[in-house]
């Protein structure tokens, strides 16, 4: 007899559109861990400008993320936090500086294969919702549990502002329009997994609902065996 496999949940979406707030809900209601694959990703942008490398130099990139030793730590809430050479990464990946930077360095084939491998391993290990930009198409396409969210432009904008406003960030709200506008661009056109979304995904506007109705349609609909 055969154990359940773990379950898994892709959440996908644009920047901006709240994808964390509502995979930690969705994780906390289903009762599964929390993965958050951007902090992953956060986590080698911030080593590459701690070496004043730039992000767009994909060769000393690619070799920066090889030789660094990135893992996750299980939490007490069930979610895992991004361990980088050693020492959690804690808030210091949540500056301006850094998301902009982890939005080129994630354009890198290198870097996204090695940490692709460590997110399919830890979700075949511990289940758990995944949120991310590719997680439906690259690292988890066989689970039938996969949401792409997304929202108008003036709500992604608006929602990213507020939240680093509340990280007591000093940036201007049009600072973060050029930024969501710019991830935006990469992202979608990277030759290396974009952001795209197939007929496997179960699409929500989270434009004019609140994180924790979108957590909980998500919930019914997986409970509900969709």
Do not use: W
Request: with cysteine.
């Amino acid at each position: 007899m055969h154990d359940t496999p773990p379950i898994v949940v892709a959440v996908d979406g644009p920047s901006g559109v709240g994808k964390s707030t509502v995979a930690r809900l969705l994780a906390r209601r289903l009762g599964i861990p929390f993965l958050d694959t951007g902090a992953m990703y956060r986590a080698i942008g911030l080593k590459v400008l701690e070496r004043g490398i730039d992000p767009a130099d994909r060769a000393a990139v690619e070799d920066l993320a090889a030789a660094t030793a990135v893992s996750l730590a299980p939490l007490p809430d069930g979610s895992f936090e991004v361990v980088l050479d050693g020492e959690p990464v804690g808030n210091r990946i949540r500056a301006p500086e850094v998301g902009e930077a982890t939005s080129a360095v994630s354009a890198h084939p290198g870097v996204r294969r090695r940490l692709v491998a460590l997110q399919r391993d830890a979700a075949h290990r511990f289940g758990g919702v995944l949120e991310g930009r590719d997680i439906g198409t690259c690292v988890v396409p066989e689970t039938p549990y996969k949401f792409f969210l997304d929202a108008r432009q003036e709500v992604r904008y608006r929602r990213r502002y507020e939240e680093l406003r509340r990280a007591e960030s000093a940036i201007e709200y049009q600072e973060v329009v050029a930024e969501i506008d710019r991830r935006d661009h990469r992202d979608s056109s990277r030759a290396d997994s974009p952001l795209t979304r197939d007929p496997s995904y179960t699409f929500v506007d989270a434009s004019d609902r609140s994180a924790e109705e979108v957590a909980e349609e998500m919930a019914r609909l997986i409970e509900g065996g969709k």
